[in-house]
């Protein structure tokens, strides 16, 4: 079998999950590696950041190191980088500083807080859509 190599974008919600899940599917199969890409090393357990804005909990107690999640994991590879483009035809995830080629790619790359046009709430809200 040819070596296959999945590449997730994003390491939130999403990209943990699929690359855990991923990681455990094909953990007996050495020709299948997984590459996590994130410009963070660490996972936001964004849920939780009105904790912090509280002042409830410590800031470190909603982040989680993305070696320690994924340590015992041997088929997947962990990129901390900023993603710049998407070569499709010549399947390549380009980075600042490499590349890394796909056999199929994730895109968990987040989202962003909406105010649904309610009246007042992009003068006057906050938002706790990042760190």
Known sequence: MTQKNIVVIGAGFAGVYATKRLAKKFKKDP???VTLID???????MTELHEIAA???DENA???????????????KLVTDEVTTIDRENQLVKTKHGAYP???V????GS??????TPGV???????GSW
């Open 39 to 45: 410009k963070h090393s660490y996972f936001t357990y």
């Open 112 to 117: 962003e807080p909406n105010d649904f046009g």
């Open 62 to 76: 909603i982040q989680y190191d993305l070696q320690r999640l994924f340590c015992r994991r041997k088929n997947v």
């Open 31 to 33: 020709d299948v590696t």
């Open 122 to 128: 992009k003068e006057h809200g906050f938002t706790l």
């Open 55 to 57: 002042d409830r909990v």
């Open 106 to 109: 994730m895109l968990g790359i």
């Open 102 to 104: 796909y056999d199929y």
